[in-house]
């Protein structure tokens, strides 16, 4: 007789959950009304410890919060704002958690794949290496590559619209934490210094003399904090501009606050614009954030559907691989099949996180992301397996099988790409040159992490040493020039 196997993987068909709000002391008596208002989700969000406690009682202990409030102080690239509906899904599965108080609810909530990158703490993160030495600000060059305030163009044939620096959420390894947010006592957010509405000019004008750019993010921070009709406007001016075939509003809260596109107005008014992109021959679609199968809740799933309905060409779903929230193939392929099963929302990219101070924690290395790579092919439909990709910086996207050469002792990767940045336009050697990223230090062997220690704080060097070196394919030779750097 053979014996049964399993598959690595085991597909079942879930329902989706609200998971019940009153069971937190502080939401005891929201009613679904209250709860499905936007106003009374953005209104309620838990923007400091004082309201943390409030709505948890003494389902937590007290090393938590002052775990919290260590991070503030010292660690947060974010300030700390989370809706109830996002709050809502942490520690889901304790339904009673009043019979959990104190350690149990405490270990729980600590362990809770949404809490821990949407409320951090000092204990998550490395003491060895919190940073990365080479992670920066604004990693990804993103304002190096303004067009005009705002825009960046960094692929030849589409442009990201910073519309605006807020969020309804704001997640602890945001990769525009430069300039999304409020500032923190370890970072002052820069600020756009021209008025909303004439930098939205700025950007139209950009986009009508220029027309190789056929696509726009039109993003953030978050569009749901955009007034609707200041969005609309700007919409409506964008499908005049004959030469715009794509355009994808990069909203989180399409999860974080659906109710906030479950409103009459919002929803009448993506109606609108659809229909005009239809009549162009434009594609208009959304794209989300949702990085664990806990935020796939029926609210989210009736947000995304009702966008498809009122004529969204399709909902799509970015989300950022990180440790611990999403680093395991099972945990990938729960949410990709919660997202395509129940909410018609397109598995679509997972980001590295990206090279931001005090996320090392969250990084995982490239073999690791190969690696789920390979795990996720062959269960979803081709069109929804998503792919998981590297932003290299200088580079953009690149699928993480696209690496060129990899030297996994110093955990550097080099990376080439087929065009040029629009700040490169006079430079010959873009298309030909390798491009660095880094994988976390504490994933690295003994030897390589013993090699890092020994460069001490030398990360601006570290990053022209990186280009020379990367000028030869051969790792034994590049490690030999760069320690002849130092
Ligand atoms: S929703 Fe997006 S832009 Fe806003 S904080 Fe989160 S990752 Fe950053």
Known sequence: MTAHVEQPYVYTQRELVEPDWTRFPGWRDVTPAQWEDAQWQRVNCVKNIKQLRDLMGDLLQ??????????????????????????????????????????????AFYADPVRLYMLPVFSDRRTDWPSH??????????????????????????????????????????????????????????????????????????????????????????????????LEAFLDQLLRVDNIRDIRLATKALMGLPQHWLQPDVVEGIERVAKTAHERGVSL???????????????????????????????????????????????????????????????????????????????????????????????????????????????????????ESYDRELGMSFWRKNYRTSIEAADTEAISRDYVYYDPIYSLPESGQQWWRSQGDHGADLEIAMARAAASRDAASRAADLLAVH
């Open 62 to 107: 007290e090393r938590f919060y002052a775990d919290l409030e260590r991070d503030q102080a010292e660690r947060a690239t974010m300030s700390m704002l989370v809706p109830p509906q996002m709050m809502n899904t942490m520690v889901a599965a304790t339904a009673d958690p009043m019979s959990a108080a104190g350690a149990d609810f405490t270990a």
């Open 285 to 403: 679609a959304i794209h989300t954030h949702v990085n664990n199968a806990a935020s796939v809740t029926p609210l989210v799933a009736k947000a995304s559907r009702t966008m498809l309905e009122v004529g969204v060409r399709d909902v799509r779903n970015q989300g950022v691989l990180m440790r611990g929230v999403n680093d395991s193939a099972d945990q990938l392929l729960d949410l990709c099949f919660a997202l395509q099963d129940g909410a018609m929302i397109t598995p679509y990219y997972f980001y590295m996180c990206d090279m931001i101070p005090f996320s090392e924690h969250w990084r995982v290395s490239l073999a690791e992301a190969q690696h789920l790579q390979h795990a996720i092919m062959g269960y979803l439909p081709g069109f929804a397996t998503p792919r998981i990709v590297c932003d290299v910086p200088f580079v953009g996207k690149r699928w993480v099988h696209q690496v």
């Open 133 to 230: 030495p080479c992670a920066t600000r604004d990693s990804l060059h993103e304002h190096d590559m303004w067009a005009v305030e705002g825009l960046t163009h960094r692929y030849p044939t589409k442009v990201l619209a910073e519309m605006i620096p807020t969020c309804p959420q704001y997640c602890g390894h945001c990769t525009r934490m430069d300039l999304v947010g409020n500032s923190t006592p370890q970072v002052a957010k820069l600020k756009l210094a021209g008025k909303p509405v004439d930098r939205y000019a700025a950007m139209l004008d950009y986009l009508q003399r220029t027309p190789q750019v056929r696509d726009v993010v039109v993003s953030g921070g978050d569009v749901a904090n955009m007034p609707w009709k200041n």
